[in-house]
Every structure is written in C-alpha cells, then in structure tokens.
C-alpha cells in the first residue's frame, strides 16, 4: 500500500462526503449547463484527486491500482462527469509518461498534472482508427530537430481544456501496423495544433470530447514518449489496460448509486396500498443489480490486487471492463424501471444516469473489443 490504512481511510470519508455534499447537489446543473463549476474543479485539486497515481515524488498521492479503484468507488457515485475531470490526468493522459516517459520529460510535466494546473488528454482515436488502433494515419515525419505532426484525432477526452496531449502518430509509414507508431507528449498552444468545436454527446454533460487536429504541427525531438520509436502502440495498450480497470470502478460505482436511488424509492413509493419494494417482481429487479455490483466489485479489487503485484492483468482488465459496463446498463436500465414514469422525466437524474452509463460499453475499447482481447489472449496461452 502506497499510503497507510489510516490516511486511506481519512481520504476516502472525505471523497465520500465531497460526493454527497458538494457534488450531488450539483448534479442537475452540471447536467443544464454543460459545465464543471470552477470552484468545484478547485476544490477537486485541492484534495489531491488530479494526482492519486503520479508518483509522490512528481507530488502526486502514489496510490497503488487497489487504492485508486477504492477511490473511484466513491468518486464515480456521481455524475461521471466530475471523475471525468480527474480521470485523463490519473489515468490515460499521464500514464504513457508515468510508465514510459523519461526523467526529463516526468519532471517537466507530472508536477503539474498532479497538482491539476495541468490537464492531459490521450490523442489516440481517429476518424478512421476506432477499434482497430493500430491502423492510425497521422503522421510523425522526422526533420532536422524534431517531428512534423499532420492528422487528425476525434472524441478527445478533455481536449478542450488539455495542456497536454499524448499523441499516437506513425513515424514509420513503411510499417502500416503497430510497429510503425510512436508516441509524442504535445503541449497545447504549439503552432499547427488546433481543436474542433466540443462534440453534443448523448450523455456526460459537463465533460467535453472534440477533435485535434494537426497541421504541419512542428514539434521538438525531446518530445518523443520515452525517446523512442516504435513504442507507441505498446504504451498505449498498457495504458488501456489500466484505463480500463479504472472505468470498470467507476462503472460499479454508478451501479451502486443508482441501486441504492432505486431502493429509497422502492420503500417509499406506494401501489396497491403498500411500498412497491414489498413485491417480489420488484425485489427481483433489486436482487439482481446488488448481486451483479458485487460480483463487479470483487473482480475489479481482485485483478487491482494483481496489478499490484505486477502481475499481467490485460485479460482480467478486459473482462472487468466487459462485465462492469455491461452490469451498469443492465442495473441502470432496471433503476429507471423500477422508478417507472419517474424515472423517464428527465429532472429525476435516474435517466440522466441511464444515458451516461451508455459510454462504458463504448470507450476505453468496446465491449466487443474486450471479448476480443479475452479470447485472444486464451488462445495464445495455450501456444
Ligand atoms: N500490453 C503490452 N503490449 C501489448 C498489449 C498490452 N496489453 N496488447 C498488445 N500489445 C502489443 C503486442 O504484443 C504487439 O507487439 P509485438 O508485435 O511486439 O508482439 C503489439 O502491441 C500489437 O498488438 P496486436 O497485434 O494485438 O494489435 P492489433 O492491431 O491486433 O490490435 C486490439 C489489438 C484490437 C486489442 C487494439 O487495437 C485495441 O485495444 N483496440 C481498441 C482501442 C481502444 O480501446 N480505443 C478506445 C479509444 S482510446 S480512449
């Protein structure tokens, strides 16, 4: 453990109660105006929550898999949009540079990712380079003291508000797989880097996705990711890996929340002359979200404890991401159902909740691209 039970526990009381206090409240008007309250992004990084997995020594918290997971059992009991925030920084933003980065490049820019000063964004996705990753077309042409960055890059995470990017571009187009990509550490502001308008989303309000786009984007030598070649589909399917065991957390944590709205309501609403949480069809429906969480939080605490220990978590990642975002749509779906009309009308949140846990499935790789990686990485185990 990066920090000692006493300190982890003081800090997840007082997520837990930044979430109930501070955050629930403000879910409704997150949601109307599209937007985190700066005095709320302040507060967020005065605890420390843009730093949980930078290493102290960049002034980041430490935390091992098992204590971030903890922490975003309690931060994702909100609105996504506000974990949204802190989640590039501690998660696919930072984690090439945490993992694959060098000194110099660690110390010029984790500091002030975990101070929040900065925020970082993982430039992966293309318009035609979803799934398939490695098929990326944006280029990385070398020229006298550095690289000239030309594509573009979709549904960036945080772009709009990214002063770093983490860019995947291919430097060697004799390669058209993952060899031939390289990652680069982009700040914003460089000449030739520009962002589309912020994506209208189905979902997450308050969190912003858009494109970035490069062209002749001049950039120097030192920043290549680790200053290396090649390297860059490897560190970004490591990153996913982590990524993934993060949303899986946070995809329990929604469950959780809506499952406890859901029964509040159960108890208090009344049909037939008595609370609907005495029937059975509904108990059912209860039953079934409660036992699907756990079993989600089990697995995301058991593989963090195997990242942990070093151990290779890519197919356990996998089916955590699989089954922790498949359970949160079928939890959320039952929570609107057992709120009934209730839960249609949109200033009740439970819809809110039922049209952001659709992300889950999608981001971070899709369910199908999980059963992919799973069943993959059976076969080649066996060889
Ligand atoms: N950790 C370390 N290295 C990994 C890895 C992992 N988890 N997964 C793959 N690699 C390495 C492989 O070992 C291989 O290297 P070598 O050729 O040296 O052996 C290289 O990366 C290419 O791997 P692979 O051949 O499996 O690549 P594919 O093109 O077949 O694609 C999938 C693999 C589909 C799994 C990948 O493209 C993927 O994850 N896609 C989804 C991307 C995604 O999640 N996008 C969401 C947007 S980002 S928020």
């Known amino acids: ?89 501690n998660g696919i933003g930072s984690q090439g540079l945490i993992m694959d980065g060098t000194q110099e490049q660690k110390q010029r820019y984790l500091p002030r990712l975990a101070s929040g000063e900065l925020i970082s ?6 318009p035609e380079a979803g799934s398939d990753a490695a098929s990326l077309k944006t280029s990385a042409r070398p020229v006298e003291g550095g690289y000239v960055l030309n594509g573009t890059k979709r549904f960036i995470t945080n772009a709009p508000h990214a002063g770093l990017f983490t860019v995947f571009a291919r ?20 000449p030739g880097l520009s962002l589309g308008p912020i994506d209208r989303k189905m979902g997450q309000s308050g969190s912003h996705t858009c494109d970035v786009i490069f062209e002749d984007c001049h950039i120097p030598s030192d920043a290549l990711l680790g200053g290396r070649e090649g390297q860059g589909f490897r560190t970004a399917m490591k990153v996913l890996d982590r990524g993934r065991l993060h949303i899986s957390a946070v995809c329990v944590a929604m469950a959780e929340r809506v499952i406890d709205d859901s029964l509040r309501y159960a108890v208090e609403r009344k ?13 059912a429906m209860l039953a079934d979200s409660r036992t699907e969480a756990y079993a989600a939080r089990c697995m995301v605490l058991e593989t963090a404890r195997a990242k942990d220990r070093a151990e290779d978590v890519a197919t356990d990642a996998a089916c955590c991401k699989l089954f922790a975002s498949e359970m949160v749509g079928r ?46 990485n059976m076969v080649k185990a066996l060889s």
């Open 121 to 126: 964004s993982f430039a992966l996705t293309e």
């Open 1 to 89: 453990m990066a920090l000692d039970s006493e300190t982890m526990q003081g800090l997840l009381e007082s997520v837990a109660r930044f979430v109930r206090e501070r955050l629930r409240p403000l879910e409704h008007q997150v949601a109307q105006d599209d937007r985190i309250p700066p005095e709320i992004r302040r507060e967020i990084a005065e605890m420390g929550l843009f730093g949980l997995s930078i290493p102290e020594e960049y002034g980041g918290l430490g935390m091992t898999m098992e204590e971030e997971v903890r922490v975003a059992f309690e931060l994702g009991k909100t609105s996504p949009a506000f974990r949204s925030l802190i989640g590039t920084n």
């Open 331 to 376: 939890v959320v779906d039952r929570a609107v159902q057992i709120h009934g009309g209730a839960g249609y009308i949109a200033d009740h949140g439970i819809e809110r909740f039922y049209r952001d846990a659709r992300l889950f499935r999608i981001y971070e790789g899709t369910s199908q691209i999980q059963q992919i990686v799973i069943a993959r």
């Open 171 to 190: 430097t060697d187009p004799s390669q058209p797989g993952a060899k031939g990509v390289s990652a680069f550490l982009v700040e914003a502001g460089t």
């Open 271 to 283: 049909q037939f002359g008595q609370p609907i949480a005495e029937f059975q069809l509904v108990q």
